[in-house]
């Protein structure tokens, strides 16, 4: 039963891009160290720099787990997605294939400053402009994915909490408090997993004020390797109702 959450999906893209600026947007944990020291955090950006300028795609199986405290209750949404490029030149695709666990297609494309969000159940398509925002909506779309560790400095407060194994793979455990107020208002902070040796993230835990949680769990990474074209472009008709954010 996915309730407001199912609208699906679409109330999520609202606040993502309705709201100043918030996330868009993967099993087991492993063991964890203690904080450590600013030089580790240091060496874990310093990777991230060098693995971001070799990042060209990346594609995964996600699951978003969405809890909401007010009812304890978990609704999970399960695809496929894409990303290629980073900075300005990003693109982000995601098919949203399942709703616990029944069939619920969406799919959203992000590409240069616009984010197309299609509901072929009604035969619908939103579109959402970045405008203005576009270079700190774009720091969100590929948070944990072809991002530098300079660049992650500029727009989060970043607090190193470690390494932990996830998947087989060694990840940094990093939590993130974002220095834009308005992103604080919807996202208390993040914590993200990310593989520093390819600028990948594992699992991304987002937190809100009210105590709701999206967990998301990205597998099967295949790393730079070709990506088809058509995952970026959505097919419409002349039937498709287009909306405009």
Not at 36 to 44: C, E, I, K, R, S
Request: positive net charge.
């Amino acid at each position: 039963m996915m309730r407001k959450r199912v609208a699906g999906w679409g109330h999520g893209v609202v606040k993502i891009f309705g709201v100043a600026a918030a996330i868009f947007l993967c099993a087991g944990m492993g063991w964890a160290q203690a904080p450590a020291a600013n030089g580790d955090l240091n060496h874990v950006l310093a990777e991230m720099d060098a693995s971001a300028a070799k990042f060209r795609s990346a594609q995964a199986n996600f699951q978003w787990d969405q809890y909401e405290m007010v009812v304890q209750s978990t609704d999970t949404q399960t695809g496929v997605i894409y990303f290629e490029g980073s900075g300005d030149r990003a693109r982000v695709a995601l098919d949203i294939e399942k709703a616990d666990g029944q069939p619920a297609k969406k799919t959203v494309v992000y590409s240069g400053g616009v984010l197309q969000f299609y509901q072929p159940q009604i035969d619908q398509m939103t579109v959402f402009h970045a405008r203005e925002k576009q270079a700190q909506y774009e720091s969100y779309l590929t948070l944990g994915f072809g991002g530098s560790g300079s660049d992650l400095k500029k727009s989060w407060d970043i607090t190193y909490q470690g390494m932990e194994t996830i998947d087989g793979v060694q990840t940094a455990k990093l939590d993130l408090v974002s220095k834009d107020a308005s992103v604080r208002a919807n996202f208390s902070h993040v914590t993200i997993w990310i593989d520093p040796t390819r600028a990948v993230s594992l699992k991304q835990i987002l937190y809100e004020p009210s105590g709701d949680t999206r967990t998301s769990y990205f597998r099967n990474i295949q790393y730079n390797k070709k990506i088809s074209s058509s995952v970026f472009k959505i097919k419409t008709d002349s039937k498709t109702q287009v909306v405009q954010k």
